[in-house]
């Protein structure tokens, strides 16, 4: 059965999927408590024009999309509290200015010839070795910037207007968790593609959500739960040959209506289904 994981590019993809989960299962635990997940969709599909920035530049499209990332993050951040526009007019707007701008960027580019599907919906089968370096040190961003600002984050996951005062500084703290989000997003992209990042994002958070309210065991169970659906899919899309990115996506969907349908069931009956 694990046989499979002598070959060079099955190493890569449990190191991506794993390193992905850690990223994805923490910052997405702030993202479900703080119901942030339609800023980070769009987020998600504004990074789409810094793929094609990177491809019309020659550097690696990851590359790009981190910046793209983290500009598309402030940008909706602070568009979003100092003007007078909707917040959901706002992230739409962002939204797709990056996607056109990264087919004008990839329109754009002489001798075009990659696989950009790949981008749009993830093949985690073909994350090279320098991906995952840069993947690393992305996770270590994001592990450091939420240790030093744990208990910031969490106050303004749970009630901003409190912290606002009490003399946080809020905005600055909101727009760090939006970069994180946006790094998350980055670190996700070769995984899962752009199109599905978001739900590798909720998911396990929703999932861990389940079973208890303490952050900190939220953001454990939800890694967990992350590396389970990636591990999973990834043995299915490539046992069955289906895309990688799609089928962990559905891993995730199918173990999530199991787990609500399970729990429901033992409600309906009376049994005790108490959270940690």
């Known amino acids: 059965m694990f046989d499979i994981f002598g070959y060079h590019f099955m190493q890569n993809a449990l190191l991506a999927g794993l390193l ?11 993202v479900v408590s703080k119901k942030i997940v339609f800023i980070s969709g769009g987020i998600a599909h504004a990074s789409f024009g810094g793929i094609g920035l990177g491809y019309f530049l020659g550097i690696s499209p990851v590359l790009g999309a981190t910046g793209f990332g983290l ?4 940008a909706m951040g602070l568009t979003t509290r100092k003007t007078k526009l909707p917040e959901d007019t706002v992230i739409g707007i962002l939204w797709a200015a990056g996607m056109a701008l990264g087919a004008i960027f990839i329109g754009l580019t002489p001798g075009y010839t990659t696989d950009l599907f790949s981008y749009l919906f993830g093949n ?30 969490l106050a ?26 946006a790094l998350t997003i980055v670190v996700m ?15 396990p958070a929703s999932l861990a959500r389940q079973f208890t309210h303490d952050m900190k065991k939220m953001m454990a169970l939800s890694v967990l739960f992350s590396i389970i659906f990636t591990f999973t899919g990834l043995m299915l899309s490539y046992w069955l040959d289906l895309a990688s990115g799609a089928t962990i996506i559905i ?5 999530f209506a199991l787990v609500i349908a399970i729990r429901k069931l033992i409600t309906s009956r009376g049994l005790p289904s108490k959270k940690m």
């Open 124 to 153: 985690i089968l073909t994350v090279p070795d320098s991906e995952l370096l840069l993947i690393l040190i992305l996770d270590v961003v994001i592990l450091g910037v939420v240790a030093l600002l744990y208990k910031e984050f």
């Open 20 to 30: 992905a989960s850690v990223a994805c299962g923490i910052i997405g635990a702030y």
């Open 71 to 74: 500009l598309s993050a402030i």
């Open 189 to 203: 992209i070769r995984v899962v593609g752009i199109i599905l990042v978001i739900a590798l994002l909720t998911i």
């Open 251 to 255: 891993t995730g969907v199918v173990i």
């Open 156 to 181: 303004i996951s749970f009630d901003e207007e409190y912290s606002t005062v009490i003399g946080m500084p809020t905005e600055k703290i909101y727009l760090t968790m939006l970069c994180l989000i």
